[in-house]
């Protein structure tokens, strides 16, 4: 079974919320792709459209969009996702994952595309315990 945590970025307020997906849901984001958008159910968002916008594995190498394939890979970066040089020019070879979400992906980040009925605080936050007398 896959399990992601995933982070959901809310344009509009600027605050990011982590929710975990496990079982069929989460199984049904294995083979999507960065920049796709999908339904808001798989995350526990109903109403809403979520966009792959990245991820990392579980050593944190993270995914980059033009990259095809899910496989890690050593490619040679000069500055950009992955990689910051250090002075004008740098260039070194990295390990980055391919821009497809598999089984090897541990977070996936998504921001909201399209907003849903509910806020996104009301619906990811646990009901209130009731007090036992």
Do not use: C, W
Request: charged share 25%.
């Amino acid at each position: 079974m896959v399990d992601f945590k995933v982070v959901v970025g809310d344009v509009k307020t600027g605050k990011s919320h982590n929710v975990k997906v496990s079982g069929h849901h989460a199984n049904s984001l294995v083979g999507k792709n960065i920049g796709e958008v999908i339904d808001g159910i798989f995350v526990g968002l109903p109403g809403y459209k979520l966009k792959i916008t990245g991820g990392s594995d579980g050593n944190g190498t993270p995914m980059r969009k033009d990259l095809p394939g899910n496989k890690r890979r050593k490619i040679l970066l000069s500055d950009g996702l992955g990689f910051h040089e250090t002075y004008p020019g740098e260039r070194r070879r990295k390990a980055i994952r391919g821009t497809m979400v598999s089984n090897e992906i541990v977070q996936i980040n998504m921001s909201v595309a399209e907003y849903g009925p509910k806020s996104i605080e009301e619906m990811l936050s646990p009901p209130p315990a009731e007090e036992n007398k």
